[in-house]
Antibody, heavy 119, light 107 residues
Framework: EVQLLESGGGLVQPGGSLRLSCAAS????????MSWVRQAPGKGLEWVSA????????WYADSVKGRFTISRDNSKNTLFLQMNSLRVDDTAVYYC????????????WGQGTLVTVSS | EIVMTQSPVTLSVSPGERATLSCRAS??????LAWYQQKPGQAPRLLIY???TRATDIPARFSGSGSGTEFTLTISSLQSEDFAVYYC?????????FGQGTKLDIK
């Protein structure tokens, strides 16, 4: 069974940093692109960042470019999102999602981890 | 960036009836369109990809159609578990973008 389990969320002050992790199991992690998608409270879905499988290319939404860094450790089947210079409007549930197909869609998704940026 | 627009924002339908949800892209995405279902407190779940292909274990009452800029998700006979929020998403180019969602509620 494919599983994605996020961790690392919590409360952080504006300007602070946080590192999210997503532990993957049940599939060949290294060959799949992976993404982070977030959802602010009561709002819709916003794609944040993606990293390629074989090529490790990276992509970012304009809203996080220069502040967030996506990375992966294929030896540990883990995806990361380093978030720096956090703002109040970064408050959201952050989901990791596996890229499937080409050009890829998102399937499945993890259960999410809540990041709250507040003073 | 491709802007995705869903309509209506809220749709009220009785159980057993048909629901039709629409999604429009600001430029052509060919058939690279996915639909997701999200229930309160849960992660989104993939329903449809490639505009019309049902994902694994998705019931046949869910169907997708369209190409280019106009897409439709149809639920043929609504069950109680289908009342949720539905999002379309283009998987044609970066950045991936979502519609704002359609909330399907019980009439």
């Amino acid at each position: 069974e494919v599983q994605l389990l996020e961790s690392g969320g919590g409360l952080v002050q504006p300007g602070g940093s946080l590192r999210l992790s997503c532990a993957a199991s049940g599939f060949t992690f290294r060959i799949h692109a992976m993404s982070w998608v977030r959802q602010a409270p009561g709002k819709g879905l916003e794609w944040v960042s993606a990293i390629g499988g074989i090529d490790n290319g990276t992509w970012y939404a304009d809203s996080v470019k220069g502040r967030f860094t996506i990375s992966r450790d294929n030896s540990k089947n883990t995806l990361f999102l380093q978030m720096n210079s956090l703002r109040v409007d970064d408050t959201a549930v952050y989901y990791c999602a596996r890229g499937s197909g080409s050009p890829h869609w998102f399937d499945p998704w993890g259960q999410g981890t809540l990041v709250t940026v507040s003073s | 960036e491709i802007v995705m627009t869903q309509s209506p924002v809220t749709l009220s339908v009785s159980p057993g009836e048909r629901a039709t949800l629409s999604c429009r892209a600001s430029q052509s995405v060919d058939s690279n369109l996915a639909w997701y279902q999200q229930k309160p407190g849960q992660a989104p779940r993939l329903l449809i990809y490639g505009a019309s292909t049902r994902a694994t274990d998705i019931p046949a009452r869910f169907s997708g159609s369209g190409s280019g800029t106009e897409f439709t998700l149809t639920i043929s006979s609504l069950q109680s578990e289908d009342f949720a929020v539905y999002y379309c998403q283009q998987h044609s180019q970066w950045p991936r973008t979502f519609g704002q969602g359609t909330k399907l509620d019980i009439k």
